[in-house]
């Protein structure tokens, strides 16, 4: 399955959330000026955790800059519903628990067993910005993701 280089639109998905609902590409992209999408392996284990509080720490002005921030892993709703609650995250995760969209968005298993850690910035018109992918630097995803949505709505001083 072809998955999406920078420049080239973001594949659509329909994926069930912590929330109980189910949540489309589209409808996330609506009304956002960049959509922050990062795929980790699990919830709970050191690195995820640390992940996930790195975006939470920068929720608020990625927020401010017009920019949603999601989650997704193959946990079910209800271990995220539980993760997204012990960690205080102010943002949506999404569970592709048979790992269709993260095969659709060519994010590669590390070392052949561990579900790949990467992270996406899209744009308003569906279109990859920027992708980052380190399985060891687990908090450089949500700085690498500032940088690129400040560069996208002008906040870099250029």
Do not use: W
């Not at 956002?32 to 919830?43: E, G, N, Q, S």
């Not at 450089?140 to 949505?149: D, G, K, P, Y």
Request: hydrophobic share 40%; charged share 25%; net charge negative.
């Amino acid at each position: 399955m072809p998955h999406p280089e920078i420049g080239e639109k973001a594949p659509s998905f329909a994926l069930p959330g912590h929330d109980g609902k189910t949540h489309t590409l589209e409808e996330l992209l609506d009304g956002t000026r960049a959509l922050v999408i990062f795929f980790y392996p699990k919830d709970e284990t050191p690195g995820c955790t640390a992940e996930a509080c790195s975006f939470r720490d920068i929720h608020a002005e990625l927020a401010a800059a017009g920019a949603r921030v999601v989650g997704v892993s193959s946990d079910p709703p209800d271990a995220h519903a539980a993760f997204r609650e012990h960690h205080d995250l102010h943002y949506l995760l999404l569970s592709d628990e048979d790992g269709a969209v993260r095969r659709a968005y060519g994010v590669r298993p590390t070392l052949g067993l561990l579900p790949g850690r990467e992270t996406f910035v899209i744009d308003a018109d569906g279109v990859v910005r920027a992708r980052f992918r380190s399985q060891l630097r687990t908090r450089a995803h949500a700085r690498e993701a500032m940088s690129t949505v400040r560069m996208l709505v002008g906040e870099d001083g250029n």
